[in-house]
């Protein structure tokens, strides 16, 4: 505490992180727990030479991550507060106990998830789609755009795995969707964004999917090379303007592609510039290609704010869908 201008030591006491974690607890494993839980910890004015002096009791603790926070940002100097002292006729002259909920703390414990959700957020959902020639013919059985009736190929079983996690946290969980397609030609024009479907936006996982199945009736011709350029910057337009709005959407992308992006050290420049707006971007690699070039790609560089890419190849959990969705949206919380 401060005294005459100086910090002046209240008193001591030793413990475990365990023992303290376990104040928490409605039921205790030893009395002596269940008497610090009670009455706090016993402070000594000099460990060497106990004399007990008051009690420390813990209102609140936890264990947090605090890796990524940002120390320099923390304030060296907290307004003083008043001690809040109880009269104990136990303890020696003078005796007190400290209540540490009622003190200044340097940080907030980090929200959770499921805090900026309960809090209004909500989560807007874009779909990219590979159309690169390299994905093979889809009236060829076997091909990655087989258009099978009776199974879904893997770019229609990312769409049903992912989609079906995000759906909860969209505007009444209606999964109201973009979806774009990428690396292919009509009438002779390479298009590296174009609409899938007659609607700007669509509801739902089978929404996704009739949009998606719609592009094969179009007169399109396979193409590239792969470029992820313009439905990254269209996601990103999208997010600033929901954060000029100050609307609480956070945008999501699902990119699906069978191979590397043409210029990977060019589209992660722009992700790190893109990563100062509300957009996590997931990149679903589909096939058997060497994907060692996607995973440099959203690994995030030093110079950018925050990280907002992830990486997965479906054929890792090809006999989980669950397991796709999961480890594609891992990194979300964090990101938002």
């Keep these: 505490h401060r005294k005459m201008a100086q910090d002046v030591l ?15 607890r409605d039921t205790h494993p030893t009395n002596t727990e269940e008497e610090i839980s009670r009455h706090g910890f016993p402070l000594q004015r000099n460990m060497s ?3 007990p002096v008051g009690r420390l009791q813990i209102r609140l603790a936890q264990v947090m991550d605090t890796t990524s926070m940002d120390q320099n940002s923390v304030d060296p100097s907290f307004p003083s507060v008043d001690d809040t002292i109880q009269q ?12 540490i909920g009622a003190l200044p703390t340097p940080m907030a414990a980090p929200a959770t998830f499921q805090d900026y959700i309960d809090s ?11 159309f690169t020639s390299s994905n093979g013919d889809p009236r060829i059985p076997g091909t990655l755009h087989d258009q099978n009736p009776i199974t879904l190929n893997d770019y229609e079983e990312t769409m049903v795995s992912i989609g079906n996690a995000v759906s909860p946290y969209t505007h009444a969980g209606s999964l109201g969707t973009r979806v774009w397609g990428f690396g292919c030609k009509f009438d002779g024009a390479l298009r590296h964004i174009f609409q899938c479907g007659p609607d700007s936006q669509v509801f ?9 199945k719609s592009v094969f009736e179009s007169d399109l011709t396979m193409s590239g ?17 929901m954060q000029q709005t100050k609307l609480l ?5 699902l990119v699906m592609t069978d191979g590397i992006c043409q210029d990977v050290a060019d589209t992660k420049r722009k992700l790190a510039v893109y990563s100062t707006v509300p957009l996590s971007i997931l990149f679903v690699g589909v096939g058997r290609a060497d994907f060692g070039a996607m995973h440099d790609l959203v690994s995030n560089p030093s110079s950018a704010p925050r990280a907002n890419a992830t990486f997965v190849e479906f054929r890792q959990h090809q006999h989980d869908p669950t397991s796709l969705g999961r480890s594609a949206l891992q990194n979300l919380p964090g990101q938002l």
């Design 249 to 253: 959407r956070y945008s999501v992308l």
């Design 88 to 99: 104990e006729e136990e303890y020696s002259s003078d005796p007190y106990t400290i209540n």
């Design 225 to 241: 090379p792969t470029s992820f350029d313009q439905v990254i910057q269209a996601a990103a337009v999208q997010a600033q303007r």
């Design 120 to 130: 209004g957020w909500e989560l807007e959902f874009n779909v990219a789609i590979d």
């Design 49 to 51: 030479k106990p004399k």
């Design 204 to 212: 739902g996982v089978d929404g996704i999917l009739r949009a998606y």
């Design 10 to 24: 209240l008193g001591e006491c030793e413990t475990t992180l365990r023992v303290i974690l376990n104040t928490q």
